[in-house]
């Protein structure tokens, strides 16, 4: 199939752009493309226009001083590749290594993954790991969105029509900490059918600090915050771990669909749970 009839408006600045959100009805930004394309040829999404902010290049940036700041035009190929990066996100590298292949990576965005929200999306999943703030603007200002506040509902952000989102600030973890990402697709870069991001900070063997993400299983990917409850303070044993997470388990809304049933991806989980928790605690 091929997209319905749209306006095209390919904006030279920042501004230029907000003034189109603000002024155009029923509009689409187009990044990446990689998952807006698929879906205005298949016509699951027939807006009056598209606004192409490839030209943006202020919004492709990776800076560090206190906070981690990405902007929201950066490749996944290049988030990939980046020292600045590998320092500080070990762990965003590692969960590229699930995303698609080579040639999606070369124009996917971090901003586009975060405003389409697939549930098994792996970038808001490290974002949510380290609360990141998201920046977004339109023509009356900008505002931060907390990353745990981003998902209203099934691949549904929470930024107005008007808006674009810019910039991603991430604080990353200080002192020792180890990290883990483990998922599970048909195919290797396929969307995850569940998948698991995790956080680990260990103190004579209690584990002091811990963050969690899952994606895949539910309708939005999110923090983990009843299993990071209930691991938190006490000692690492991973056969103690593997029964203390029974109960948040059970407390998942898992999706059945044409892939797997819910009863499948809850097993699923735990063991990318528990091969996420061991991976992190063998990198403190």
């Known amino acids: 199939m091929k997209a319905s009839a749209f306006s095209y408006h390919k904006p030279n600045s920042l501004i230029d752009a907000l003034e189109l959100l603000q002024n155009e009805e029923d ?3 187009l990044a990446g493309g990689q998952s807006l394309m698929p879906m205005l040829n298949m016509r699951f999404v027939q807006p009056e226009t598209v606004i192409d902010v490839n030209g943006l290049e202020e919004l492709a ?15 996944q190929k290049t988030l990939a590749a980046d020292p600045i990066i590998k320092q500080h996100l070990p762990i965003m590298q590692e969960a590229l290594t699930w995303v698609g292949h080579f040639q999606t990576q070369s124009r996917g ?3 586009g993954s975060l405003c389409h929200l697939d549930p098994a999306s792996e970038l808001p999943m490290v974002a949510l790991l380290y609360d990141a703030e998201l920046q977004v603007a339109s023509v009356s200002g900008t505002r931060l969105i907390p990353m745990q506040e981003w998902a209203l509902a099934y691949m549904m952000p929470s930024i107005g029509p008007d808006e674009l989102l810019t910039k991603i600030i991430i604080k990353p973890w200080q002192g020792v900490h180890g990290y883990g990402f483990q998922e599970f697709a048909r195919r290797h870069g396929d969307f995850a059918i569940a998948a698991v991001g995790c956080l680990l900070k260990l103190d004579n063997n209690i584990i002091t600090d811990i ?3 899952i994606g895949g299983v539910e309708d939005v990917p999110r923090r983990f915050l009843e299993c990071e409850d209930r691991l938190r303070g006490m000692t690492y044993d991973i056969e103690e771990i593997k029964t203390d997470v029974l109960e948040p388990l059970d407390q998942i809304n898992y999706l059945d669909d044409s892939l797997v049933t819910g009863t499948y991806r809850r097993r699923l989980l735990k063991g990318l749970l528990i091969r996420a928790i061991e991976q992190a605690a063998l990198r403190v």
């Open 27 to 29: 509009a689409k930004v």
């Open 109 to 111: 965005t971090i901003g």
């Open 61 to 75: 940036s990776i800076s560090f001083t206190e906070n981690l700041e990405i902007g929201a035009l950066t490749r």
């Open 211 to 213: 963050a969690l993400s």
